[in-house]
């Protein structure tokens, strides 16, 4: 969704006063303070919330209190300057990517959050190129400069090496540390000064200390800029300078195209900073006239849909959850405008959904309205059945939406109850969790009969069942977390043939093909996956019948050799085939397809893979040697070890399996002291001995 900057909309229409934006960032970094800041000075709350005391307005949930993190992405919704702001505050830990994936998909812009002593995290880089790939317009704010070690020039440093993008730095930070008590406003060459007991700034002159490295600050931003804009080139080179509203206007457009990101600086706890935040989203993010209009299918062929209340209505639910007052699905409308009473299509599922209430969103608390137009996110009450991704549309204009991806789970518990009476009551609890997010999967074991939950990480599993727990009164037995291994090939087969030929008295069935099957490159962008090519000339085998094969091998995929676990990077070809003019059909070459891949994987040398992750580790200067030690009995690989201000960060690659209950044991070895981040990294080799006694060639 990159933003031509051309695209923005000159309209009067009132839509150009909403923004849609979600706060973004690494856990601990402070995106809830932020959040819970914006709302008291928008005067959506009248006391401040804090995290710490478990009293902030979109950390509601239980869990999230008992745990200081957020768990569950939060919509609120404020009022600055004219401006609606709908808001979602998204949760850091790499475990809960998926919440953000969802949101991203439904909104305009976003705020990431930077910590001023960390500079850019691993998740902050996670979420950031998530973020990449919907195209979100950003602008980031350095948090927590009162903090001690804290450096604006390190933090922004690091977002250029780190996330390949040109910060625009517009503010200079007064004093530092525990002195930081303002900024200077580099676009206006103001002060802006926050005393303790005032809930706004006093705007003043540049302080004279400062004056000199204010003005070289500003001709850095106005270079910056020219080489990027060309209007502002244009200005600069005629009169050696930038006026403010040229600066001010290429900055928009800068932050709409994605050629730059706007950098602001403070500290949400002290209340430093969210005025001129606020000012920024109104004055650089999107509103919804300014994105290109939402693409969608209908009857097989694209079609777009205007951000206009008057368009046929188009929404997409990004977000179910059931409460103990009913059922809340929360869409994003992008056209047209549903009322209370409205029968809307569900599009994937063609079925008719009744709008009983629309409720404008604040966390746990909601306020009813009569309406939703182009450009809101609401929840609403009413449809039964609608699921995270679907599209509810005017029945007579029926336009399906791209849903947002859901990632494959990487960790598995089985699930019991304690008491077989509560089995079926288990089995509802599981269904109601899974609608409600759809990184985790449920099935049943075929060869144990256990019921087994995937997820995203130990985390993630963990929230899960103590929500079962908390909100079902239900005893649940957990067994040991399992990780979700790979196979692959490591040496293929030639020239494979497989026939397959049935007869049982009616029509038979033959197909005879021929495969070779090779691995992937690892520099391949595909080697993850699974490719497939023909190169059957002569009309040997008719297209219709290679796409039957492809299908099979697909169906292949599903169980390795090894161990039952799914194939992945490989390449296969079919080479040549024969048909029969009476016996040969689409099934019969799906089967040859299905047999022949895994007679060859049998023939080949397969290799176990199994998911590993990168590891940050952050400790005391006198703990690294311990955590060294525990890496490398972990099998893992470190790859990076850094010093700041007293403590260590050391960076490694380990397997996932390795590191359930790591976070127990880097606290007892490190007094409480040592704290560590994660995200995936794809598959390795796995050792010789897998899980259940199966060794891997």
């Not at 494979?496 to 962008?525: I, S, T």
């Amino acid at each position: 969704m990159r933003i031509d900057p051309r695209h923005r909309s000159v309209s009067t229409s009132p839509l150009t006063r909403v923004r849609n934006l979600g706060i973004l960032a690494h856990v601990d970094a402070g995106k809830t303070t932020v959040t819970e800041r914006i709302l008291y000075l928008t005067g959506a709350t009248h006391k401040r919330g804090e995290v710490h005391d478990g009293t902030t307005v979109t950390d509601f949930d239980p869990q999230e209190r008992d745990r200081g993190i957020t768990i569950f992405a939060a919509a609120v919704s404020c009022d600055w300057d004219g401006h609606r702001i709908n808001l979602i505050d998204t949760p850091g830990h790499v475990d809960f990517a998926d919440e953000v994936e969802r949101s991203l998909r439904v909104l305009d812009g976003a705020v990431a959050v930077f910590d001023a002593v960390a500079g850019v995290e691993p998740q902050s880089e996670a979420v950031w190129r998530q973020a990449d790939r919907h195209g979100v317009p950003r602008i980031a704010f350095v948090n927590k400069l009162d903090r001690a070690g804290a450096d604006l020039d390190q933090a922004v440093r690091s977002i250029r090496e780190r996330l390949r993008t040109v910060p625009l730095v517009v503010q200079l930070p007064v004093g530092q540390e525990d002195g930081f008590t303002g900024v200077v406003d580099l676009l206006r060459m103001r002060s802006l000064i926050w005393t303790a007991g005032r809930d706004t700034y006093e705007e003043g002159p540049v302080p004279d200390a400062l004056l000199a490295e204010a003005a070289r600050r500003r001709r850095l931003l106005e270079e910056a800029v020219a080489e990027l804009h060309p209007v502002a080139l244009e200005e600069f080179c005629e009169r050696s300078a930038l006026s403010e509203p040229t600066l001010a206007g290429a900055l928009r457009d800068l932050t709409l195209s994605g050629e730059g990101v706007v950098v602001l600086c403070g500290a949400a706890y002290r209340d430093c900073g969210i005025e001129p935040l606020l000012e920024a989203v109104v004055a650089y993010l999107p509103s919804p006239t300014d994105v290109p209009p939402v693409r969608g299918t209908r009857d097989g062929a694209e079609q777009e849909r205007p951000a206009d209340p008057e368009a046929a209505f188009a929404g997409l639910v990004f977000k179910v959850n059931s409460t103990s007052t009913g059922r809340l699905t929360y869409v994003r409308v992008y056209s047209g405008t549903i009322r209370k009473g409205d029968t809307v299509l569900d599009v994937g599922a063609g079925r008719s959904e009744r709008i009983g209430r629309i409720l404008r969103v604040q966390a746990d608390r909601h306020a009813e309205v009569d309406r939703a137009e182009a450009g809101d996110i609401v929840a609403v009450v009413g449809p039964k059945a609608a699921r995270s991704g679907a599209t509810l549309s005017t029945p007579a204009a029926p336009l399906l939406l791209e849903p947002p991806t859901a990632a494959a789970p990487v960790v598995t518990v089985a699930v019991e109850a304690r008491s077989r009476l509560d089995t079926d009551r288990l089995a509802t609890a599981l269904a109601r969790l899974v609608e409600e997010d759809p990184s985790l999967t449920v099935r049943t074991d075929p060869e144990t009969g256990q019921t087994v939950l995937s997820g995203m990480g130990e985390l993630h599993l963990e929230v899960a069942v103590e929500k079962i727990r908390r909100a079902h009164g239900l005893e649940v037995g957990v067994g040991r977390p399992q990780v979700a291994y790979r196979e692959t090939v490591v040496r293929g087969v030639t020239g494979l043939v497989y026939r397959h030929v049935k007869q049982d008295g009616g029509a038979g069935q033959f197909a005879h093909v021929v495969l070779d099957v090779a691995p992937l490159e690892p520099d391949d962008d595909r080697a993850e996956g699974f490719e497939f090519s023909s190169t059957v000339t002569g009309g040997r085998v008719p297209q219709e019948f290679v796409r039957a094969v492809e299908a099979g091998c697909r169906d292949a995929l599903a169980e390795g050799p090894l161990g039952g676990h799914p194939v992945t990077g490989l390449r296969v070809t079919l080479t040549d085939g024969a048909t029969h003019s009476k016996d040969s059909s689409e099934m019969a070459f799906r089967a040859a397809g299905r047999f022949g891949l895994r007679e060859a994987l049998r023939t080949g040398v397969m290799a176990l893979l199994e998911p590993v992750v990168e590891v940050t580790v952050t400790v005391p200067d006198d703990a690294v040697g311990t955590v060294l030690g525990d890496l490398a009995a972990r099998r893992g690989r470190v790859s990076g070890q850094a010093t700041r201000s007293g403590t260590a960060v050391v960076t490694a690659t380990v397997p996932l399996a390795e590191l359930f209950g790591y976070a127990n044991r880097l606290r007892s070895r490190t007094q409480g002291r040592g704290t560590f981040t994660t995200r995936p990294a794809g598959y390795a080799p796995a050792p010789a001995t897998v899980p259940g006694g199966v060794t891997s060639s």
